[in-house]
């Protein structure tokens, strides 16, 4: 009996590369139209790697998968976009996970301040068990969260003045995202902070509606901020991910092998996208002094003050029902840091 088995296991074993060279055969992937849709600019490191991610799903899929990229929000703003996957109207997006707040609160935690120290600590913990976690917890509310992708390291734009202290913040109209972290931030450094979809962004600032923002460099280039604001301070106040998300109706509705073939191709995303991203940061600065922005380092000593300014951030969080989170995201840091 043991030879019986060791003898299908070995048999089994040498058909497994057949099966797997089969799979993408015609009955187990179908001929599926993924309408995928982003918030920034096709020319945008967004924009990139949606078409990289596509152009994956359609070598992996033989042709099959046709994924069509829409940009410039005109599917709607991550948020409505999120319910659209919800509903089953539309099946893919990538945008902010601090977007995500209103769907799963933990999401929230990666919004905290100063919570990453460089990419390294948030390529580990996004894509180790706790990043993980997170992507499961959308599942029972009709979303499936492929691969992290990386928006970055996020920094201040703003038409009134340099901000080279913590007490320049004061008063300046500021875009947030949608989201309480986000909010309770800056008002803590004397900003006024209003919450506003991006796709409002460049009219709200064009118009005076609100006086700055901030997001990483790459999208103050690419969403041509620089005609609009005149100063860029370099603060890095928090490492923001951008999420890959498929609604999980559709996704439900995908064969073994259809599923293989988008957690491959989202991966692979991943990998092109962080890369191709941390490339073009580097060029952004450049770019954006060439375009006329006055530029500024905070220097480390105020980077301290405002660390120590949004402390009492990190406690409100807990006790706003993200203790739990909290800790297991800063155990997470933790083993990284060591
Ligand atoms: C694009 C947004 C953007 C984010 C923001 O849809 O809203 O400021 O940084 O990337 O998700």
């Known amino acids: 009996f043991r030879k019986l088995l ?20 015609a009955q187990e992937v179908k001929t599926r139209i ?31 998968f046709k994924m069509k990229g829409f940009g410039d929000a005109s599917l709607g703003n991550d948020i409505q976009m999120q319910n659209a996957l919800i509903g089953g109207a539309q099946e893919m997006m990538v945008g902010s996970t601090a977007t995500l707040v209103g769907i799963v609160k933990d999401f929230g935690v990666y919004d905290l301040p100063f919570l990453f120290n460089n990419e390294k600590e948030a390529d580990a913990v996004l894509d180790g068990p706790f990043g993980e976690k997170l992507l499961k917890s959308l599942n029972h509310k009709g979303l499936v969260g492929l691969v992290y992708w990386e928006n970055g390291f996020r920094n201040l734009t703003n038409s009134k003045r340099p901000i080279t202290k913590l007490e320049d913040m004061g008063g300046i109209k500021l875009r947030v995202m949608q989201n309480p972290v986000y909010i309770d931030m800056f008002n803590r450094f004397g900003a006024n902070a209003v919450p506003l979809a991006f796709s409002e962004l460049f009219t709200a600032l064009e118009t005076g509606t609100v006086d700055g923002q901030e997001n990483p460099v790459t999208t103050i280039q690419s969403s041509k901020f620089y005609e609009v604001q005149k100063y ?8 923001s991910p951008w999420i890959v998300l498929a609604s999980k109706r559709w996704y439900d509705g995908l064969s073994a092998d259809e599923k293989k073939i988008l957690h491959e191709a989202a991966i692979a995303s991943r990998e092109f996208e962080r890369k191709d991203s941390r490339e073009a940061s580097a060029q952004s600065v450049a770019y954006l002094t060439e375009k006329g922005m006055q530029i500024n380092e905070l220097s480390p000593a105020e980077l301290d003050r405002m660390r120590e300014m949004v402390k009492p951030a990190f406690d409100k969080y807990a006790s706003d029902g993200g203790a739990e989170v909290l800790k297991e995201i800063q155990a997470a840091i933790d083993a990284v840091r060591k």
């Open 232 to 239: 860029l301070t370099i603060s890095r106040h928090v490492y």
């Open 34 to 64: 993924i309408r995928f849709g982003y918030g920034l600019s096709e020319s945008s490191n967004q924009g990139r790697a949606v078409k990289y991610f596509a152009e994956e799903l359609s070598k992996r899929s033989g042709g099959k």
């Open 6 to 25: 060791l003898a299908t296991g070995i048999a089994a074993a040498l058909l497994a590369p057949v099966a797997a060279a089969t799979s993408a055969s």
